[in-house]
């Protein structure tokens, strides 16, 4: 019993370190996971390259609030490219609100004009936890370096679900980006993150 205790003690504190390590100024965790096109991409694999990781769930009000309204669309087009990364992960497990199949996720991609490089499919929630999703959008940024979370947590300043509030709003997205276009760190690096809790 002693030595089934400590093992489980020891694992909480793995996993408590391993999220206590996603923050703003430390590593970004290496992860692999299957894309909705049927590939298999690895944080690793945009080495040199910003990285943007925006937790997603469709049914979510908050969600569809950006998607609505075409703000999503619009960063992810922005913010795609030769030296950009968008990567939109669902965490959502099987039999929860928000799992969709890959087949389902590209239909959804595509009806909604969305542009991100993938669509990632974390069906046992395991880089959502280590990562600390919690809500949908939850929003992370990786440096170029792609070792340095530069910043993390919500889309905007105001969370609400009404579209109405995106003009009014501060976008920490492009607040970030722009503060590392000019080799600054993003301020604030991190906030708190609204919306649907993810459906691990």
């Known amino acids: 019993m002693r030595t089934l205790l400590a093992s489980i003690a020891l694992l909480a504190l793995l996993i408590g370190t391993a999220q206590a390590k996603v923050a703003p100024g430390n590593p970004a965790p290496d992860f692999t996971l299957p894309s909705a096109d049927g590939s298999e991409v690895s944080l690793s694999d945009f080495a040199g390259k910003t990285v943007i990781l925006e937790w997603t769930n469709h049914g979510c009000p908050f969600v569809q609030k950006h998607y609505n309204s075409g703000n999503m669309q619009s960063l992810q087009t922005q913010y795609t490219g030769d030296d950009t990364v ?21 239909t959804l991609t595509e009806a909604r004009d969305a542009a991100p490089t993938h669509v ?31 910043y993390m947590g919500a889309i905007d300043s105001i969370p609400s679900a009404d579209t109405a509030d995106i003009e009014r709003a501060t976008n920490y997205v492009q607040t970030s980006m722009a503060a590392l276009a ?4 993003p301020d604030p690096a991190s906030t708190k993150p609204y919306g649907c809790s993810v459906k691990y």
């Open 182 to 185: 000019q080799d600054r760190l």
């Open 86 to 106: 968008w990567l939109s992960i669902i965490s959502s497990a099987p039999g929860k609100q928000g799992h969709v199949t890959a087949e389902k996720a590209l």
């Open 120 to 150: 990632l499919l974390d069906e046992d929630g395991a880089v959502g936890r280590l990562y600390g999703a919690k809500t949908t959008p939850h929003m992370y940024i990786i440096d170029p370096d792609g070792t340095m979370m530069a």
